[in-house]
């Protein structure tokens, strides 16, 4: 039987465990080429190993699968040319990109200094921006489209104590795909996230986590796979969330608002205080 993503070459970002590592082995399963990015490095992002990317590349083969592995740093333009330019030697072309590639550094806001907001900004954020640029203007001179799958996150949504600067960056990833997924469209290449909610790595010693092994990290990878396949058709500029057997979707809304009973004056503090359930009831 036909996988979803035969013949087309995907590249899985931070794929050397967790939910970029169950990523890349249903993505192959279902006949994908696959590169499994990691550095390899702890969850701050310090160090790098060889040892995490090659024991999925190495597990995919072992399963009959294609993949080869890429240690490239997605913060950096040159990481990011690099790794595409991997997949291209390798493969030919890019299909798929799946920017999951991300690192903790938790304080709160007032302990929060400018190293840790710029370490995890540069990879979640930046990295996002400079992989899916790559990847992209590769997608764009091959002429038949491509599907970015990019990954927000609920602290991005709604905010989470101790996290100012992921979910700072989350929230810009969420801006990066609106705003991707409307320039994109004339390209045929649609772009979406997710906002996953499993037990990792990251995640493992959070009081979530502690009581639960419904959360798994499997259950985040069919909704990947569900973006980066033809049954997603033309949908573009959702965020796609998952926990566990639970899926729904992150919308911003706008309330219909009110306007002012003299409709050419202009609002007072005072008006605004008066009107504020109006205002904001949705």
Same mark, same amino acid.
């Not at 995490?52 to 890429?70: H, L, M, N, Q």
């Given at each position: ?23 890349? &082995? ?98 979640? &954020? ?67 996230? &997710? ?88």
């Amino acid at each position: 039987m036909a996988g979803l993503l035969d013949g087309k070459a995907a590249i899985i970002t931070g794929a050397g465990g967790g939910i970029g590592r169950e990523h890349a &082995l249903l993505f192959a399963r279902e006949g994908a080429r696959v590169v499994v990015n990691d550095m390899g490095g702890a969850r701050d992002g310090s160090g790098a190993a060889d040892a995490p990317a090659k024991k999925v590349v190495d597990e995919i083969r072992a399963a009959g699968g294609t993949a080869v592995a890429s240690f490239h740093d997605v913060s950096t333009a040159e990481g990011a040319a690099g790794l595409v330019k991997a997949a291209v030697d390798a493969f030919g072309r890019v299909d798929v990109l799946v920017n999951n590639a991300g690192i903790l550094r938790d304080k709160t806001f007032l302990k929060m200094d400018e190293a840790m907001w710029d370490a995890v900004v540069a990879v979640h &954020l930046k990295g996002s921006f400079l992989v899916s640029q790559a990847a992209v203007k590769q997608m764009i001179a091959q002429g038949d489209g491509g599907r970015v799958v990019n990954t927000t996150s609920v602290s991005g949504m709604l905010g989470n104590f101790g996290q100012t600067n992921y979910s700072a960056a989350k929230a810009g990833v969420y801006g990066l795909t609106r705003t991707m997924s409307i320039e994109l469209q004339k390209h045929k290449i649609t772009v979406n996230a &997710l906002a996953p909610i499993a037990k990792t790595r990251m995640t493992e010693d959070l009081p979530m986590f502690q009581s639960t092994s419904s959360l798994g990290p499997e259950h985040i990878a069919p909704a990947a796979l569900f973006l980066a396949s033809d049954l997603c058709g033309e949908r573009t500029g959702h965020v796609l969330a998952v926990a566990g057997a639970r899926m729904y979707a992150f919308k911003v809304v706008e309330t219909p608002g009110k306007f002012k009973d003299d409709a050419m004056g202009v609002w007072t503090p005072q008006e605004i205080a008066e009107h504020w359930d109006a205002i904001v009831k949705v």
